[in-house]
Structure formats: structure tokens, C-alpha cells
């Protein structure tokens, strides 16, 4: 299908006035091209900022000091998050994280850099411990941008990362107790009543801005613990577990990543800043999309969603937001006021 020259230009001038505005390079546009500005007002100065899920607590702050030290923010970002990754008593993350269904840690992870554009993930990777920094390999090592299961292994193998085994001891427990308690009637006798089955999701997002508005986002995960093998959630799909535009801000996601998937959910909370939201009001806008895709089987009695999902968002020039679908959530910031946890706005009380 071929579109005339004027036709692009009132198209893209349309899409203009509604807040999308075109990236094309000027010179691929000839003279009578659209400026390329965000509608967010931008005047070449913002403020250090570090934004994540409240697991990345020590983190930002991680994070925060080396931008300040002039590091690349989605380097500091991933060696924020580096720290959860490598904890092996955090089960929602990399090194002790909970397995799937046969008992193997499979990890996910994604990143983007503002100033480059570029992206990479790595989904459903084993015996790898930061797949955050795989991701970022890809990212800058090949032309793709998502690698899966055991080509995602080889890569990281070729590229130096040490392999290891991620089974803690204390997941490998976890996983035989909810194994034994599948079936009540299966071969597997039940121990332990009295020791609680562990929570079933959890992650790491991390996005961080330095002071010339240059920005980068990164998401890593065990995903949900006990999955189907090769399940793959949110956090390695770029517009889903995490996105990052340099023009707007970033955002990314922990909580049940199937109803992130279907909402694009960080793609549309940069979109809505993009269009003038503030970073909790973007976000609480796609909490509300997300419980309107919500499918009935999903639906308590109550006709309220039976699952929680987080988002964490920053702007460019150094603002920031995080909403929860349930009432009662936190989120991490690091700013020049130190590193914190802040309550979370709502849509729904608990
Ligand atoms: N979003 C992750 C996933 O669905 C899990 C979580 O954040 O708790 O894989």
C-alpha cells in the first residue's frame, strides 16, 4: 500500500495533536517535517532519580550513587538490581528464586537505554544468576532484541556468564512441599501442615533518570513460582515488564503478568504521560484498563479482580509515581532525599 506524501504528513500531524508524535529522523522527512519534541515540557534539566519495586530498597540507592558518580542510569539500574538477583534469600529473583513446576529456576528479564533505543530480555533462561545483564548483552552484543530458553543459556555460556545452579536449598524445599500438597491423593504424602506455602510471584523493576533527563529500566524475575516449564510472563516482553522512552519517562511492573501482558501496561502508562498524566495518575489510568480486561474466571464474587499488580513510573524531568491495584502496597525511591519507601496510590481497597 503506498501513502502519498501529504497524506503522511496530515496523518502524522493528526497523531500529533493527539500526543503521538512521530520519531523519524528529519532528513528521512525532507523540510516540511513535524518537529520531533515530546509534548511534555522539557527544558534540559531534571533531577537524579531511581524508582523501583520495594524488594530494591538497597538498590536505588545503589543505583542512585553511581549515576551521581556518572554512570549510564540503565547501568545503574541493572546494578541495583544486580543486588536482589544475587540474594539467594530473595525467592521472587534470580539466585534462589522459586522453580517451576519441575523444580527448575527458569528467569526472565528485560531492559531498555532512553538515549540509544535499544532494548534486549532474555526469557525462560537457566543456571544463569542476573539475567538482567544477559538481557543488556543482547542488547548491545547482537542485532536482536529477545533471546528464549536454551539458545537465551548458550548465549549468556558464550558471553563468559559463570552457569550455576539457582535451587537454593530452602526453594528446593518450598517446591517438594507444594508438590506433596498438589494432590492429596497422589503418591507424594503430605508433611509440615503447619508450614505455609510461599507466595507464588514476585520481582524486581528498576528505573532510573540522571540529571540530563537520560533514562533506563530494567525488570528481572523468577516469574510465577511452580509455572508450567517454559511459561514466560511479563517481565521480559519490552512494553509489559518494563519501557522506557527518552522523550517521556519509564515504567515498569511486578504482580501477575498475564494481566500486564494483555494491557501493554508499562507501553501505556509512558504513553499516558506522554499525553500529559503525571507518573501515579498514568499509572492508576492503566490499573483501570487492566481490571477492564480482566477475564470473568479472574473475577472474585465480588467483581473485583483476584490477583495484585504493581507499577512503578519516573518521568524525565525527575518525577515520580507507583500504584497498586490493592490497597497497601510500597514502592522504593532514591532521590536527593535519600533512599525510602513511599505508600503506594490505590484503585482498590483491600
Ligand atoms: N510479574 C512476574 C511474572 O508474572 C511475577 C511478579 O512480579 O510477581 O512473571
Not at 29 to 45: D, E, F, I, S
Request: proline share 4%; net charge neutral; hydrophobic share 40%.
Amino acid at each position: 500500500m503506498s501513502v502519498s506524501r501529504r497524506d503522511f504528513l496530515e496523518r502524522t500531524a493528526a497523531l500529533a495533536a493527539a500526543g503521538f508524535v512521530p520519531r523519524l529522523p528529519d532528513d528521512l522527512l525532507g523540510a516540511a517535517a513535524p518537529a520531533t519534541a515530546a509534548p511534555m515540557a522539557w527544558h534540559g534539566r531534571g533531577r537524579p532519580l531511581v524508582v523501583s519495586s520495594s524488594n530494591g530498597i538497597k538498590g536505588v540507592r545503589v543505583a542512585y550513587d553511581r549515576m551521581l558518580a556518572g554512570e549510564d542510569p540503565l547501568d545503574a539500574a541493572i546494578a541495583g538490581v544486580n543486588l536482589v538477583e544475587l540474594d539467594p534469600t530473595d525467592q521472587s529473583v534470580g539466585l534462589g528464586g522459586l522453580p517451576n513446576e519441575e523444580g527448575v529456576v527458569q528467569l526472565d528479564a528485560s531492559c531498555m537505554h532512553g538515549p540509544t533505543r535499544r532494548a534486549g530480555s532474555v526469557a525462560a533462561i537457566e543456571g544463569i544468576a542476573t539475567p538482567s545483564l544477559v538481557a543488556k548483552a543482547v542488547m548491545d552484543y547482537t542485532d536482536h532484541v529477545m533471546l528464549v530458553g536454551a539458545g537465551a543459556t548458550k548465549f549468556a555460556k558464550a558471553m563468559g556468564f559463570k552457569e550455576q545452579n539457582l535451587l537454593t536449598e530452602q526453594s528446593r524445599q518450598d517446591w517438594m512441599r507444594w508438590k506433596s500438597r498438589l494432590n492429596a491423593n497422589d503418591a507424594w504424602l503430605d508433611h509440615d501442615d503447619d508450614i505455609k506455602i510461599k507466595f507464588t510471584t514476585g520481582t524486581i523493576n528498576m528505573n532510573a533518570v540522571n540529571g540530563a533527563g537520560d533514562i533506563g529500566s530494567v525488570t528481572t524475575t523468577s516469574g510465577m513460582a511452580w509455572k508450567v516449564p517454559g511459561r514466560i510472563g511479563d517481565s521480559p516482553v519490552i512494553g509489559a515488564g518494563q519501557y522506557c522512552d527518552n522523550l517521556v519517562g519509564a515504567a515498569g511492573s511486578t504482580g501477575r503478568g498475564e494481566a500486564n501482558i494483555k494491557t501493554c501496561a508499562s507501553f501505556l502508562i509512558v504513553e499516558f504521560m506522554r499525553q500529559g498524566l503525571g507518573p501515579q495518575e498514568a499509572c492508576l489510568k492503566t490499573l483501570e484498563r487492566v481490571v477492564a480486561m480482566t477475564e470473568t474466571r479472574l473475577m472474585g464474587p465480588n467483581g473485583r479482580p483476584k490477583f495484585d499488580l504493581e507499577f512503578y513510573a519516573l518521568t524525565k524531568d525527575g518525577r515520580f509515581g507507583g500504584a497498586t491495584l490493592y490497597s497497601g502496597g510500597k514502592f522504593a525511591v532514591c532521590d536527593e532525599k535519600g533512599a525510602r519507601l513511599e505508600e503506594a496510590a490505590y484503585l482498590l481497597k483491600r
